[in-house]
């Protein structure tokens, strides 16, 4: 009677341990939670926010969603662990029962991990699709020009490499590029290189693109949610300067974009064409690239004196 009943104690614990589990997933199912009130919980898993597009929140709620399903599975594998360390701990000198060949359980190994991939892979694939979709008329097309180690601008009249120029902005030794876009409006990003490969990246995007010389031009869409200012970094190892090679997104209404760019057109600097939505003296300038800046002259290492001491 004891040795049956501490046989049946370890199964009744790991079966109230599963009902547990499935219990509380059902729980926050029927509850309502949301991804990000998971993400928010844990910090994220390391990203910086459910993200500034619609893009983002795709990409934010699959890598949250699957982060979850990927703890729920390790558990459940540590419980399993633990369980038969215990369990099945040596007790005594006799050999256990040799068991192989257990056709149930090698078909749920099989089946159960090709199922979980299944199951990402499907996801995945439908956020990648629709992240990489491009539209026929997007509103605002930028031709992103990458050069050790800067960043132009260009807003264009149209889309291609024939599309025509309307303003740009271009950064310098001195000043860090600032790329203003207008909030809710589809926004297509045509990159090329000058000279190396670099990468496109502002983190609060959840994406980053590479910037190729040649005749390769990387295009994206993007769909900005959120006003604000965010910081903007090339991600690909480029040269000395790579560190140095910040930008800073600007996201503002359409209205507010629409006198940003006419002012550029009409001849401003982008300086002039900031004050004239409205950010004025320092804030004409990029207030996000801390705690990197272009400044080189002051924070390089291998120059001379007098350039170190300003021009
Ligand atoms: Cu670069």
């Given at each position: 009677m004891g040795a049956r009943s501490s046989a049946t104690r370890p199964r009744a614990v790991g079966r109230a341990a599963g009902l547990g589990l499935g219990g509380a997933t059902l729980l926050t199912l029927l509850t309502g939670c949301s991804v990000e009130d998971w993400g928010s919980a844990f910090g994220h898993f390391g990203w910086p926010?459910?993200?500034?597009?619609l893009q983002a929140h795709e990409m934010y709620d699959l890598w949250i969603a699957s982060t979850i399903a990927a703890l729920v599975v390790g558990f459940g594998v540590w419980g399993l662990i633990f369980w038969c360390i215990i369990r099945y701990?040596?007790?005594?000198e006799e050999l256990p029962v040799q068991t192989r060949f257990n056709m149930p359980m090698e078909i749920l190994y099989t089946v159960t991990p090709v199922l979980i991939v299944a199951v990402l892979f499907y996801y995945t694939a439908i956020v990648q699709t629709s992240i990489d979709k491009l539209s026929k008329n997007p509103d605002q097309v930028v031709e992103v020009v990458a050069f050790k180690w800067n960043w132009q601008f260009n807003y264009q009249?149209?889309?291609?490499?024939d599309a025509g120029t309307v303003a740009s902005t271009v950064g310098s030794s001195d000043v860090i590029p600032l790329l203003v876009l207008p909030v809710g409006e589809k926004i297509r990003f045509e990159e090329t290189s000058t000279d190396v490969i670099h990468s496109f990246w502002v983190p609060e995007m959840l994406f980053k693109r590479d910037v190729m010389p040649g005749n390769v031009r990387n295009v994206f869409e993007v769909t900005l949610d959120r006003e604000g200012r965010y910081v903007g970094r090339c991600a690909?190892?480029?040269?000395?300067y790579h560190a140095f090679m910040n930008f800073e997104l600007v996201v503002v209404s359409p209205d507010k974009f629409d006198t940003f760019l006419k002012a550029k057109v009409d001849g401003a600097s982008t300086q002039e064409a900031m004050e004239a939505i409205?950010?004025?003296?320092?804030?004409?300038?990029?207030?996000?690239?801390q705690p990197f800046n272009t400044r080189r002259q002051q924070n390089?290492?291998?120059?001379?004196e007098t350039v170190a001491a300003g021009k």
């Open positions: 926010g459910r993200g500034i597009s701990r040596k007790r005594g009249d149209g889309m291609g490499e690909e190892l480029c040269g000395t409205g950010f004025t003296g320092q804030e004409a300038y990029a207030t996000t690239t390089s290492w291998n120059q001379p």
